[in-house]
């Protein structure tokens, strides 16, 4: 009984019925005014046609255009409500000015500093894509930074919990998902103690990503032990702009020196400890050296734009010395601008490849300008090799995602499925110099609607262990073959009409 009563009353069961009542509400509302009379349906008519109009003329992907163009002929007004709700790719405005003013005042303080990528050189071949990825932000390129590759999450995290208990100055931590269980136990008896002990510790978690999962009075107690915590972009039951925007992105900072990248969220099936999925494959990276300052920034930008303050970031800017070969270039992603750096990154990789493009990625949900990379770069001879869940975790979007694999195969894509059961990494990785791993996904969402976080490598030593993960799993993975398809006439529907719903995946 005591469990039915707190499913029933807590915020996630009441948010969920406020919306749905919202939804039916509205729904039955211009139901009801399209039947009223005929100068109503005219001006619902007419709505959609202006609203239409601004879809077409708008910067966004062909591909979503037709889709929601498609929605709002067949449902007028609520198509038009739910476009300007769902495919608002624009944070709210308060938080967007936030943000804009937070990321200037910071880009400020570094003119003060020698952070620049241009006394950084770097072979021509990667210097336009770098030097792009420069000009969006406080995204510097990096020598001088040691990199570690992970292919599990299990071993990152252990690693990360020494690095934590190292810390002396400082520990930032931001995430999508923080769930209860083992693995935010140990993180979080660490990160207590060291702000006990006096460091300055800041978490900050995604509302919606972690909903479902937060240990109950999670900021409660952190805060009452010293721990400083933000939650992004919080939920609100009801239908409003920007929520939508979520903080995807997974950075650990200790003492600006050390830093962690990659899709491992802090929940135990991202160590293998509770996985309904059966073996759960996500990789990492652990940056030490110059390159961390790109992450710190990354992080202060939004913890400063959430708590009105204005760091002074030089404190927390890398102090150790380290010597390493290649250079890293770790960058955000955002929905603040019409930029859509990961796409043309991931993009560039297949335009500029000579032998082969590995990919990683648990979602495959890809507009023209994509399919056209990868099926040229297979077609100009590229060994393009992609490798997918075998046991989803999300049923609709795996079926979206098969709806992808004819086109690739027909154009000598290979595709796998990862057989143990779900791969959450995301990694690019080309003719053994170019690389990039990081949080952002190959779908809609990470694409344009996400706060992301990557990094781009370039003849660093841990892209050897990269390419021999990828060689591991390719081993232990399913090739799909053309014959294998079995696309149905049923099956087929549904995936046209899941392509035309695509960017509310």
């Excluded at 010597?323 to 955000?332: C, D, L």
């Excluded at 989803?392 to 979206?400: C, E, G, M, R, S």
Aim: charged share 20%.
């Amino acid at each position: 009984m005591e469990k039915l009563k707190n499913i029933l009353f807590n915020k996630v069961t009441i948010g969920a019925i406020l919306l749905l009542v919202q939804l039916a509400w509205l729904l039955l509302f211009f139901y009801q005014l399209s039947s009223y009379s005929t100068v109503i349906t005219a001006i619902f008519g007419l709505v959609s046609v202006l609203m239409m109009l601004v879809i077409v003329s708008s910067k966004d992907n062909p591909v979503y255009k037709i889709g929601w163009l498609i929605l709002i002929g067949l449902m007028p007004m609520f198509g038009t409500f739910l476009y300007l709700i769902s495919a608002n790719k624009q944070p709210a405005k308060k938080l967007r000015k936030a943000i804009q003013a937070s990321e200037a005042h910071i880009e400020q303080q570094l003119e003060q500093t020698n952070y620049s990528s241009q006394d950084v050189p770097i072979a021509d071949e990667v210097k336009g894509i770098s030097d792009y990825i420069a000009s969006q932000g406080t995204y510097a390129r990096h020598g001088n930074t040691d990199v570690t590759y992970f292919k599990l999450g299990e071993d990152m995290y252990a690693s990360m919990l020494k690095d934590m208990e190292q810390a002396q100055s400082f520990i930032f931590f931001e995430y999508f998902i923080v769930g209860q269980g083992q693995m935010w136990d140990g993180m979080k008896e660490i990160l207590i103690r060291k702000a006990q002990e006096g460091l300055d510790v800041r978490v900050m978690y995604d509302d919606l990503g972690s909903l479902m999962v937060l240990p109950k009075g999670f900021k409660s107690e952190l805060e009452s032990q010293g721990v400083k915590v933000v939650t992004f972009n919080p939920m609100v039951p009801y239908l409003a702009l920007g929520m939508n925007n979520r903080d995807h992105r997974k950075i650990l900072v200790i003492d600006g020196d050390v830093a962690y990248n990659g899709g491992i969220n802090i929940a135990d099936e991202y160590i293998n400890v509770d996985s309904k999925l059966g073996h759960w494959k996500d990789t990492g990276l652990r940056l030490e050296g110059d390159g961390v300052a790109n992450l710190t920034l990354i992080f202060l930008s939004v913890w400063d734009a959430c708590r009105k303050e204005q760091t002074h970031v030089a404190a927390y800017l890398p102090k150790k010395s380290v010597r390493a070969k290649g250079y890293v270039q770790p960058f955000s992603d955002s929905p603040l601008d019409e930029e859509l750096i990961s796409e043309n990154l991931y993009m560039d990789i297949l335009w500029n490849a000579k032998d082969y493009v590995y990919i990683f990625t648990p979602y495959l949900i890809i507009d023209h300008e994509m399919t056209l990379a990868l099926t040229m770069a297979a077609k100009r001879g590229v060994d393009v090799r992609i490798v997918v869940p075998k046991i989803p975790d999300k049923k609709a979007v795996y079926t979206l995602t098969e709806s992808y694999f004819r086109p690739l195969l027909e154009a000598g894509v290979r595709l796998y499925r990862y057989t143990p059961g779900f791969i959450h990494a995301k990694s690019y990785l080309a003719d053994d110099k170019v690389g990039v791993v990081g949080t952002i996904n190959m779908d809609y969402r990470s694409l344009y609607l996400h706060f992301e976080c990557g990094t781009f490598l370039y003849e660093v030593d841990a892209l050897k262990d990269l390419k021999q993960d990828y060689l591991e799993t390719f081993a232990v993975s399913e090739e799909v073959q053309l014959k294998d398809l079995g696309e149905g006439l049923l099956k087929r529907t549904g995936q046209a009409v899941l392509r035309v719903l695509s960017p509310l995946f």
